[in-house]
T-cell receptor
């Protein structure tokens, strides 16, 4: 079967750095997405990786290793507004998005 | 202007009823989707639809049916509602299907079946 694994919940301190990991086992791979979802709101796009390596976008970076079936989202200089769920999703060989359950990130002052 | 809009935002109804949720996108996108997000927060794709193709997740009961009057709209009709249908339903759109475009989500419709 297809599987996306992420930690259920993480806690970090304002101003710090946090890394949210995602491992996947899917039938084929056509890229990996990270979305942010604040409580009671819709998911919003953060990043897309299809090649190995690190993609940096402001305070957020996303890393991919296809050989390891692994990605992480790195958030720097954490702000209170970063408290949200972070969803990892993989595009499989049929171009269907397979979603993880998300990681709830709690930021403390 | 809202890119992807859904109505209603909240829907409370009795078991056995039939209901519809409307979705509209003003992005000029070719593909629209319906997702169900249950209490465990898993996002499950229900349908994806463009002008050429409707792709149905085989796990979706046939009580659920998408209806698209035009490219900018994809409504979700649900017959004979059951308690397990209670969830948040998100509509989304992307430029095209089968490619690596980001999806833009609507605000969600929280459906509660009593």
């Amino acid at each position: 079967g297809q599987n996306i694994d992420q930690p259920t919940e993480m806690t970090a301190t304002e101003g710090a750095i946090v890394q949210i990991n995602c491992t996947y086992q899917t039938s084929g791979f056509n890229g990996l997405f990270w979305y942010q979802q604040h409580a009671g709101e819709a998911p919003t796009f953060l990043s897309y990786n299809v090649l190995d390596g690190l993609e940096e976008k402001g305070r957020f970076s996303s890393f991919l290793s296809r050989s390891k079936g692994y990605s992480y989202l790195l958030l720097k200089e954490l702000q209170m507004k970063d408290s949200a769920s972070y969803l990892c999703a993989v595009l499989d060989s049929n171009y269907q998005l397979i979603w993880g359950a998300g990681t709830k990130l709690i930021i403390k002052p | 202007d809202t890119a992807v809009s859904q109505t209603p935002k909240y829907l409370v109804t009795q078991m056995g009823n039939d209901k519809s949720i409307k979705c509209e996108q003003n992005l000029g996108h070719d593909t629209m989707y319906w997702y169900k997000q249950d209490s465990k927060k898993f996002l499950k794709i229900m349908f994806s639809y463009n002008n050429k193709e409707l792709i149905i997740n085989e796990t979706v009961p046939n009580r659920f049916s998408p209806k698209s009057p035009d490219k900018a709209h994809l409504n979700l009709h649900i017959n004979s509602l059951e308690l397990g249908d209670s969830a948040v339903y998100f509509c989304a759109s992307s430029q095209a299907s089968g490619v690596t475009d980001e999806q833009f989500f609507g605000p969600g419709t929280r459906l509660t079946v009593l």
